[in-house]
Every structure is written in structure tokens, then in C-alpha cells.
């Protein structure tokens, strides 16, 4: 059995990119530890796990039924209810660790933390399984462990049309920096870096089909763009498990 920790957002982190990975690995009989900025339960972007204020035409943006399922039954479990810091979190007392990502204002704190990139570093040096989906590659990339290497991200693409059918009712939500994710990881990875868009309409993955998602390996790093790519990504740290 290994112990995987996913370094958890306090709060607007994306409730698809957490549960679904968590209920892959907890149903393939792994532990599934949470580490967050204070030690207290961290919770989901309100607005993605309820679609409470966003227009119709924006409205596919809410998680789905089956995530939502997921995102509940995770919450329940103990060691969602009692997660470590991040200060106290060591990536060496875990087989993998795992970053989600998310947009709204609350992820600053996450993407921006020198604990969250030291457990980045971390687990790169000891050459450790690591995953990350969407904004949660910024602290990556922002500790330096990208440089070089293949990876995906949230696509500009994908965060301009979130940004712009929630501009009016949602203003500033979907756009957590000026900078586009997918700008400022393909800045950060280098010359010899590959930022990898993946296919222009994306599948999303789930139960049924756990493959459906767009996953980057370079060697023990895997990455993902959205949501729709969480299964995958799960079932692709299995491999690596």
C-alpha cells in the first residue's frame, strides 16, 4: 500500500482534481493523506462544486454529478477531516504526492507558497512519483523542478473561454493572475521545455471511461490541463505506483 499526499489548497481549489483522484487510488487500496496552510480541513471553489451564480452558457464549468458524488464521500473520510501543514508535511514520508489545481482567488495562497514548492522540490530530488493538474503546476514551475522538462497545464484556450462567458456575472474569477497559467509554465520551463496543449477538444475522463483524459509523462511527473483529465491522471499514478 503506498501513501500518497495531495497538497491541498485552503480554500477554491477545484473539487473534480481532488475527489476523483482520491477515489481511484483509495478504491486501489492506497492511503490518501491531505496536507493543507493550516491544518484545517480545506474546502472547494463554492462556485464550481454548486454552479451558484454562473450564466447559462457557462454552466458546463459545474462540476459534474459524479464528481460532486466523489467530492462529497472524500470529505467524510478521516483523513480529509484531519490533514497535516504544509510546513509539517515532508515529501519523503509519502510514496507520491499530488498537486490540484483550481482558479478562484483562493488559490493564491497555494500557488504562491514557499512550503508548497519545497514539497515540490522535495519530492523531485528523491526522483518520487508526483502529479498535477491545472493551476497546481504553477508552484512547479515556480520552484524551478519544471525547467526542462514536458509538461501540460491549464491551456489558454481553456482559461480565456472560462473568462469570458463568466466576465459579467463572475468577473475576476476564472483569471486568477493577468498571466495565463499556460504563459507563464511555458516561460518557466525553458528553451528546453515542451508545453504539450493536447487535443483542441477535450474528452473528459471518468469510471467509464477512465482513459478518455490528456496525461504528459516525463519520467515520474505526470500533468494534466482541466478536470476532465483527473481520472486519467490517477489512473496513470497507479502505473507509476
Same mark, same amino acid.
Given at each position: 500500500m503506498a501513501r500518497i499526499l495531495i497538497v491541498l489548497p485552503q480554500t477554491d481549489f477545484d473539487p473534480t482534481e481532488v475527489a476523483f483522484p482520491w477515489t481511484v487510488w483509495t478504491k486501489a487500496g492506497h492511503q490518501v493523506c491531505f496536507a493543507t496552510e493550516t491544518g484545517q480541513p480545506g474546502s472547494c471553489d463554492p462556485v464550481t462544486l454548486t454552479g451558484e451564480g454562473l450564466p447559462v452558457l457557462a454552466k458546463s464549468l459545474r462540476a459534474r454529478a459524479e464528481a460532486r458524488a466523489a467530492y462529497a464521500a472524500m470529505i467524510a473520510d478521516p483523513e480529509y477531516r484531519r490533514p497535516i501543514t504544509w510546513a509539517a508535511a515532508r515529501a519523503g514520508d509519502f510514496t507520491a504526492l499530488h498537486f490540484p489545481g483550481g482558479h478562484a482567488p483562493g488559490m493564491k495562497a497555494y500557488c504562491e507558497s514557499a512550503e508548497v514548492m519545497r514539497l515540490a522540490r522535495e519530492a523531485f530530488a528523491?526522483?518520487?512519483? $508526483?502529479?498535477? $493538474?491545472?493551476? %497546481?503546476?504553477?508552484?512547479?514551475?515556480?520552484? %524551478?523542478?519544471?525547467? *526542462?522538462?514536458?509538461? &501540460?497545464?491549464?491551456?489558454? #484556450?481553456?482559461?480565456?473561454?472560462?473568462? %469570458?462567458?463568466? @466576465?459579467?456575472?463572475? !468577473? *475576476?474569477?476564472?483569471? &486568477?493572475?493577468?498571466?495565463? $497559467?499556460?504563459?507563464?509554465?511555458?516561460?518557466?520551463? *525553458?528553451?528546453? *521545455?515542451?508545453?504539450?496543449?493536447?487535443?483542441? $477538444?477535450? @474528452?473528459?475522463?471518468?469510471?467509464?471511461?477512465?482513459?478518455? %483524459?490528456?496525461?504528459?509523462?516525463?519520467?515520474?511527473?505526470?500533468?494534466? @490541463?482541466? !478536470?476532465?483529465?483527473?481520472?486519467?491522471?490517477?489512473?496513470? #499514478?497507479?502505473?507509476?505506483?
Open positions: 528523491a526522483s518520487q512519483p $508526483v502529479s498535477a $493538474v491545472c493551476h %497546481g503546476i504553477l508552484p512547479l514551475a515556480r520552484s %524551478g523542478v519544471l525547467e *526542462g522538462r514536458r509538461t &501540460t497545464a491549464l491551456t489558454a #484556450m481553456q482559461e480565456d473561454i472560462a473568462v %469570458g462567458l463568466t @466576465r459579467r456575472a463572475l !468577473p *475576476g474569477h476564472y483569471r &486568477t493572475y493577468p498571466e495565463t $497559467v499556460e504563459a507563464e509554465v511555458t516561460r518557466l520551463i *525553458g528553451a528546453k *521545455g515542451r508545453f504539450e496543449r493536447g487535443p483542441l $477538444v477535450p @474528452r473528459y475522463a471518468n469510471a467509464k471511461a477512465p482513459h478518455a %483524459g490528456f496525461v504528459v509523462q516525463d519520467l515520474r511527473y505526470l500533468s494534466a @490541463r482541466w !478536470p476532465g483529465d483527473a481520472w486519467t491522471l490517477a489512473e496513470r #499514478m497507479l502505473d507509476l505506483l
